[in-house]
């Protein structure tokens, strides 16, 4: 996926923030550098789709689980 926008420029897009501010509320900044740490952390989570890794972040966080790599 050659020419995929990094994470961080993802979850900076307004649209995208917006949107994870009516979720998440006042924790939005620490899941974005949560998120944005996670996804640079390996090459197969780099190449991963966005809108999937965005939707898994959110159910994990939904659980009260930590965004971290093990």
Do not use: H, P, W
Not at 40 to 47: C, E, F, G, P, V
């Amino acid at each position: 996926m050659e020419n995929q926008t990094t994470m961080s420029v993802y979850l900076s897009n307004s649209k995208t923030k917006k949107y994870l501010e009516s979720i998440l509320g006042n924790r939005t900044g620490q899941f974005i550098t949560s998120l944005t740490s996670l996804a640079s952390s390996s090459k197969s989570l780099k190449n991963c789709d966005r809108n999937s890794l965005l939707a898994c972040a959110l159910k994990a966080t939904s659980m009260n689980l930590r965004l971290i790599r093990i």
